[in-house]
């Protein structure tokens, strides 16, 4: 199995990637926002997702680790395939996808084309009780998450947990996810509690 690849980009197309790797180039397939952010003759290490099918083997590729565990959650989801979770990546970014699931946000998945009302719904009903979701922001490939990453994850914890507690409440849940992550913005080193306290005083003014 690969996991991983380094070489210098050969050509960039549509929809993948020709990785020179030692005079053998691989075919890649990327989100768009990937390859847009990419140049032929550069560098590259690629995190890399193999699927085989019959007799044949595609190769999907990811610069940070949490887009590939994206990749490989969305297919969890009945009707989404790995090409549909690419082209999915290639709009939402993971700490999008985190927010709009949690928020219940369906327009944002029915920009990917594909995707339509039905499809969107699924998405959000699946994977918002999915263990550890929130945990699945952006990060780096590989080694230890910077300072940014973290702080990413932590704001999504702690407003998932508001959010759900709010929820319970009765609250709707895309207007509560609007008034705590508001909330969490203005002052990132919040407690739980005093969040939860704060959103129930802004959702009882609306």
Known sequence: MIGKLTGVIDSIEDDHLILDVSGV??????AGSTLASLNINQNLAILIEMIVKEDQLTLY??????????????????????????SILGILTPDQLIGAILAQDYNSFK???????????????????????????????????????????????IVGDALSALSNLGFNRSEAYKALTEIYNQNNEITLEQLIKQGLSTLGRR
């Open 25 to 30: 180039g691989y075919l890649v397939y990327c």
């Open 111 to 157: 920009q990917v084309s594909g995707i339509g009302a039905k499809l969107a719904s699924r998405i959000v009903n699946e994977l918002q009780n999915k263990e550890g979701i929130t945990s699945l922001s952006g990060g780096l490939t590989g080694g230890s998450p910077n300072k940014s990453s973290i702080s990413a994850s932590q704001s999504q914890n």
């Open 61 to 86: 590729g990811f610069t940070d680790s949490s887009q590939k565990k994206w990749f490989k959650l969305l297919q969890t989801v009945q009707g989404v395939g790995a090409r549909m979770a690419l």
